[in-house]
């Protein structure tokens, strides 16, 4: 093969609203794309930095000089693994996701193919992904379901962690009474808490509740698991891929994001243990541009559950090439991940 190049650069992508969660607000996203190039192909990944996870754009910057030998054969994906935990035995899965996206997309476009298929993944639809509603004023959060309802979303997920959480519910479901409502506590609740809101959440006719407990509180979630009817969800609870069979004895499914375990290659096997554990799966997303986006989708007609709206909340996407009506995203039918940059 012949020689081989790998650049990266950080955008700092925006919100088109404040995005707010339990633990924050933002409205800027650093976000670094990785660039490996061979033989006159070009293999692209994005590193979506969470500091919730012990990563932020400083440490994405730092950690790929150390890493880029790795990429020295991009067919080789078990030999990858092994060298970037050579290189980094611990830690910054999202600098790794992103090698290991841009090795997936090289080897899709050296054959011509969509990466999905490289992977011997479905070519089933891909479920309906939900569109958040983000932590804001009571009734900038109406706002938010109503006009998401009026572009035709049918599944919302509403982020709760506030001192008025059940009324928050309780207006969402009021204002898209027809729409799946799915809620994500995103580690926030109490035991106390969570075992009230989980009858508000049987009454609104929740599909699903995600993390309603700290990370480590497995006991907490097995007891909520005990008396729930709404699925609990882990995602806050799920770092590595090792963790996805002790969760599932606290949990009825498990939240999949590339960024957070190390990349597509590193979510498909924790796909595979939460299928043998008989867990169900959501493949979600961090703030990301259509590019880790179409990374995720690539293993999302795997999964029963889809939060995929990561770029359709960006102000400036620097990617192009999904396809959405609503909530539906056309599965990328070009070679690698299936998009471009703008």
Request: charged share 20%; hydrophobic share 50%; proline share 6%.
């Amino acid at each position: 093969m012949g020689a081989l190049s790998l650049s990266w650069e950080t955008l700092e992508l925006h919100t088109a609203q404040p995005f707010g969660i339990a633990r924050w607000t933002h409205s800027v996203y650093p976000r670094t794309f990785v660039t490996f190039t061979q033989d006159g192909v070009r293999g692209q990944g994005e590193a979506a930095p969470n500091a919730f996870y012990g990563e932020t754009r400083a440490t994405v910057e730092g950690v790929l000089p150390l890493l880029s030998g790795a990429l020295e054969d991009p067919w080789d994906w078990d030999g990858l693994g092994a060298r970037l935990a050579a290189r980094m035995p611990q830690g910054h899965p999202s600098a790794r996701c992103a090698l290991e996206m841009a090795a997936v997309d090289w080897c899709a476009r050296a054959v011509g193919r969509p990466a999905w298929q490289l992977l011997g993944l479905s070519p089933l639809p891909l479920p309906e992904s939900s569109y958040t509603v983000s932590i804001a004023a009571l009734d900038d959060m109406r706002r938010q379901a109503r006009e998401a309802a009026a572009r035709g979303h049918r599944a919302l997920k509403v982020k709760l962690g506030t001192d008025h959480d059940e009324a928050i519910v309780e207006a969402l479901r009021g204002e898209a009474p027809g729409v799946a409502l799915r809620v994500d506590a995103n580690a926030a609740w109490t035991r106390p808490q969570a075992r009230r809101m989980l009858d508000v959440l049987a009454a609104a006719r929740a599909e699903l509740v995600e993390q309603p407990l700290a990370a480590g509180d497995l006991e907490g979630h097995a007891a909520l698991r005990g008396v729930s009817a709404v699925p609990i969800v882990a995602d806050e609870s799920l770092h590595h891929v090792g963790d996805v069979l002790a969760l599932a004895r606290a949990f009825d499914g498990v939240n999949l994001k590339l960024a957070k375990l190390g990349g597509p290659l590193q979510a498909l096997r924790a796909l595979r243990l939460a299928r043998a554990a008989g867990l169900q799966v959501m493949m979600g997303c961090m703030i990301e541009s259509s590019l880790g986006i179409a990374a995720a989708a690539a293993l999302a007609g795997a999964c029963d559950w889809a939060d995929l709206d990561g770029a359709l909340l960006l102000a400036d996407d620097p990617y192009a090439g999904l396809e959405w009506t609503a909530g539906q995203l056309a599965r990328p039918v070009g070679p690698g991940w299936g998009v471009e940059r703008r």
